[in-house]
């Protein structure tokens, strides 16, 4: 049996360490190996960054829509190789050519498309694309490199 193509949110935990207020991806799908995934996250009111992003009017901060991307990265990486004992730490390297679009509010579903541009199993650094969308409509895009550490695996 190969590896799944889809991770909820249980997969999702996993794989990657982040839990809440910083877990910013609900499930990831379409997962082709290690070379391109779907992640969702769901954005809601009670999320801790619109307490002060901003009074009135909250808006998901540019930051946090580019650590889903690096979070479904990881998940799309973690999930291909086996890596479900929560062994797997990432860490950026380089975020690159950021662009900020439209704004990501509560009730948005944020979809964010990953692509891997370098990398293979067992390397460390890997090279990700990513853009994310709400309803079709660019809301922000970049491209970032991570170091993948495999803790005792």
């Keep these: 049996m190969g590896a799944p193509t889809k991770a909820d949110i249980h ?13 910013l991806v609900d499930k990831v799908h379409s997962i082709d190996g290690t070379s ?3 992640g969702i996250k769901n954005v809601t009111m009670n999320e801790p960054h619109f307490q002060g992003h901003f009074p009135g009017t ?5 930051v946090t829509i580019i650590e889903a ?12 190789m086996g ?8 860490y950026f390297m380089s975020i690159d050519g950021c662009k900020f679009r439209r704004k990501v509010i509560p009730g948005d579903v944020l979809e964010m498309k990953i ?19 709400v309803e079709g ?15 005792n695996a």
């Excluded at 991307?69 to 291909?80: D, I």
């Excluded at 890596?83 to 990432?90: A, D, H, Q, S, V």
């Excluded at 692509?115 to 969308?133: C, I, M, N, S, Y």
Aim: proline share 7%; glycine share 10%; net charge positive.
């Design 58 to 62: 909250p808006i998901m901060p540019g």
């Design 69 to 80: 991307m690096a979070q479904t990265a990881a998940v799309m990486v973690g999930t291909t």
């Design 137 to 151: 409509e660019l809301a922000a895009e970049g491209e970032f490199a991570a170091m993948m550490d495999m803790q």
């Design 115 to 133: 692509e891997t541009t370098r990398g293979k199993p067992g390397g460390k650094v890997w090279r990700f694309k990513g853009v994310a969308t």
């Design 36 to 38: 391109s995934a779907i």
């Design 83 to 90: 890596l479900t004992e929560g062994n797997l730490l990432i």
């Design 11 to 23: 997969l999702i935990q996993k794989i990657i360490p982040h839990r809440y207020p910083f877990l």
